[in-house]
């Protein structure tokens, strides 16, 4: 195995580490802390103002300084993980003959990051305005940023599957 796909797998083993950290236990806790509301950063359909009302008003003290401090903490280096681990798959997927375009077409998977700290940005905001500061226009932005987030990452991901689909079948048929 080249050195480069050993630090692919220990790039991708890192960014599911993260996630999984996330997804099992630091998510989890958020939303028990809001009365087992979702968490913003997990409605890729964004959010209204009146539900990340209710969500600010169901949130507990702890479970807002919570998802200030470790939960964002954990999504501090999630957005940059899964954006590289996306975009270095893209680009490792391509085929020959787009070699020399591989870097343009796995670019998207980095303005996942990008959408993601915005994300991030917006709900620390909303959490700090708490219920009472929380405006119309903080909480449409935020949701903007979670569904742009969530749509791009899905368009991302679905790449990733369709060349690993392509290369398969290539793989298969070059077999038999």
């Known amino acids: 195995m080249t050195r480069s796909r050993i630090a692919f797998w220990l790039l991708f ?21 809001a ?25 507990s003290e702890e479970g807002r300084d919570f998802y200030l401090t470790v939960q964002h903490r954990l999504d501090l280096a999630y957005p940059a993980l899964i954006a590289a681990t996306l ?10 003959r ?24 917006a709900v620390a905001a909303m959490l700090a305005a708490g219920p009472a500061g929380l405006s119309p226009e903080l909480v449409e ?9 969530s749509t791009l990452t899905a368009v991302v991901m679905t790449a990733v599957l369709v060349l690993l689909v392509w290369r398969a079948v290539v793989w298969f048929r070059g077999r038999a």
């Open 141 to 149: 932005r935020a949701s903007r940023w979670t569904v742009w987030k």
């Open 35 to 59: 009365g087992g509301q979702v968490p913003f950063d997990m409605r890729p359909g964004g959010y209204s103002f009146a539900e990340a009302r209710a969500f600010l008003i169901a949130l």
């Open 13 to 33: 083993a890192v960014t599911m580490a993260v996630y999984a950290t996330m997804l099992l236990w630091s998510l989890p806790i958020v939303a028990a802390a």
């Open 98 to 121: 787009a070699r020399p375009w591989r870097w343009w077409v796995a670019a998207p998977a980095l303005v996942i990051a990008a959408f993601d700290y915005a994300e991030n940005s």
């Open 87 to 96: 975009f270095f798959a893209i680009a490792a997927l391509v085929p020959a």
